[in-house]
Structure formats: C-alpha cells, structure tokens
C-alpha cells in the first residue's frame, strides 16, 4: 500500500513539473527585441499531431541558420501610426515595414491591427481588427480551451494598369486548445514550453474593379490553418510556430534564432538630444553614434531621410509644415530603433 502511495505522488508531481503557466507577466515587455527564422521545405514528414500530452520533448536543433527580420517592441505612441491606433498599448515593428497594434490587460491582448509600409511608394495600407475576443487569454494552462474572432476590411492601391483598386473583407476564427508541454530543443538552447494548438477558419473575399467593367473577379477562399505555437516563461514571445494549411497540405515554420529581453517596462533608448521643440526651420540631433534617420507625417508619409554622425547634427525642416510628426532612428544593425515626436511650429 505504501508503494502504491509512493507511487501515486510521484506521478501527480511529475504531471504537475514542468508544466507552464503563461500570464501577463510573460507578455512583451518595452525593448524586447526578436531575431526570427523562417522555412518552407522539408516539412513534409513531420506530424505534430503525434505528439499531445505531458513531458514532450521536440527536436527542431536542425532548423537552418537563416534571418528573416527583427520585432521590436517598442510603447505604441512611438510608431509612426500610432492615430490610427491611439488606444493601442503595445507597439511592434518590423525591419519588413510592419506595424502591430495590441492592447493588453490581465485578462489578455487584443491585436486592434496592423499597418503595411511600403518605403518605395511612400504609402501604407492600414488593417483594422474587429475583433469579439481577446486574442490571447490570460491566464494559460495546459488543457486550457477558448475561442475568438476578427474580421477587416481593407482597401489596397491600384497595381496593375486599368486598375482601380482591390479589396478583401477577412472574416477568420480560431480555436485555442493548450495541447501540451515539455521541451523544445533549438539552435539556441533547450526550454520547457506550453504548446498552444491554435486552429483557424478563414474566409477571405476579395473583389478587384477594372475600368470599365466595375467590380468583378471576386473569388472567396476558404481555407483552415493548424498551427501550433510554442511558449515560455518570461521570454515573451513564442519560440516557434509550425503552420500546417490543411486545404493544400503547405507546411512552414517560423521560430527564435536569438531575443533580448527588457529587464524593466522602459525603453532603453539611445543617448539623444534633440532641440529645439517645437522647431521652425532647424533641428539639432545630438547623438553618440552613427545612425539613419527618417521623418514621417503622422499618416506615414515619408518626408525626409539621411544620415546622422556621432556628434552635432543639423536638418533643415523648413520645407515642412506645422504640424507633428515622427523622427526615427536606426543604426547600422537595423536592431536599434529610436522614434520620438516631432512639434514643428509656424515661423
């Protein structure tokens, strides 16, 4: 009888080890920033869905040493998009010119949206979320369940002659299902995860006006997504997600190839000063490092861009009108961003 004892509370505490309960405590924090890998072949032969339950141990030590781009997360009222999201907490760039918006509580985040930039053209498409739920939930646990919705409409810019325009109206809902935990294995290290087992119903119509004909070409899609995504204490965001399109059986994964982490809800920013505020005709950047600026219009417009040297820098703004707007900076690694408002007064 003893044994049998013994041996029921080893059991419950080897159920009860390792198993991880993700909070807001875990959620981004202000400069945390996350060096990302993606791949889309070689996939075929793994199947996740073997793998649910307790004390799992995923192998992904093989993923290739490639870069896809860097998150930084950064307060939203730094971004230069921040009026069309003003009740947004977070902020997340993307060195591919992507924009997050999300609002976070105890009870878990909402993506209010995100907004598309394109350097070349100077312009920016803008999805605004419409969401019933919070996307992620607070707390998380292993066997946890819950469910949520979006759906955006968006208006992109013409592309092709004759052209007009094109828009999608997205309606998508997933359901969230805690799968599993145990440990992951990657190029950086070992963690102990909680799985997230996150499948998604998507509807997309698009429609696309040619003149003369008017609206036409409308297609709708549907499609769902598996996607399981990978999480841990304190880290932020997820290690790795694995996406599996159950319609024509694509499989990709994306995953952590190194992360900074904030110690503290501050941003760490780079030493700059910046006067005087509000400017008229010249503005004078004190920094101590090299770095490219730019200067956008609180629609996302680019007006002006160069480069600043360690030391006193001088840029004439005469051209611009009074008005706010957004200066950042980067330096050379594209991993350092800095981003403050500008107050251009009239002469």
Known sequence: MIRIITLCFCLLLNSLYGQIIIDQNDYFKFDNKYFRGRLGQGLDTID????????????????????????NIVKADLTPFFSEFPTADFGISSNLN???YE???PDGVTILGRVNFDPIFSANTVYRFNSTAAAFQFPLIYNNTYTFEYNYRVKY???????????????SSFEILADAWGQLQLPIGNFDVLRIKQTAFLVDTVSVYDSPGGWG???????TTL??????????YRLLSFNQRINNTGKNVNWLKGFTIASQETIDQPKVSIFPQPATDLL?????????????????????????QKGSNSITISTLSPGIYILTLKDNTK???FSKRLVISSK
């Open 103 to 105: 609002d976070i509580s």
């Open 157 to 171: 810019a013409a592309f092709l002659p004759g052209t007009d325009s094109i828009r999608q109206f997205n309606s």
């Open 48 to 71: 996740l869905n073997q793998s649910i339950g307790p004390n799992q141990v995923w192998d992904f030590t093989w993923l290739e040493d490639n870069f896809t781009d860097t998150l």
């Open 98 to 100: 992507n924009y997050f």
């Open 217 to 223: 070409g409308t297609t709708i899609s549907h499609d």
């Open 284 to 308: 004078t950047i004190n920094i101590e490092d090299d770095f490219a600026y730019t200067i956008y219009d609180i629609a996302g417009k680019l007006l002006l861009n160069g480069n600043l």
């Open 335 to 337: 991993y350092n961003n």
């Open 227 to 236: 996607t399981w995504l990978y999480y841990a204490k304190e880290i932020g």
